[in-house]
């Protein structure tokens, strides 16, 4: 992994909605393997449980959670 790979999975796990607007758009994203896509989707939703009560956070949670079913389900 470049550091410029690393850098970019490490601020993104620290704020994913900076980066992504959509749950989805991790999957997209071609500079990420199926090992920085778990990681960013676990920390998305790590801070959006801690966030509890705002306002549209339980649909984004759902789509979270079935994300990150499908990738620890799929093969690399």
Do not use: C
Not at 35 to 62: C, S
């Amino acid at each position: 992994m470049t550091m410029k790979r690393t850098k970019f999975v490490q601020d993104a796990k620290l704020d994913p909605g900076r980066y992504y607007r959509h749950p989805s758009d991790i999957i997209r994203d071609r500079r990420l393997n199926k090992e920085d896509r778990l990681e960013i989707v676990i920390a998305w939703e790590q801070r959006l449980e801690a966030a509890e009560g705002l306002t549209g956070i339980e649909e984004k949670l759902g789509q979270l959670q079935r994300l990150r079913e499908e990738l620890q389900q799929s093969p690399d």
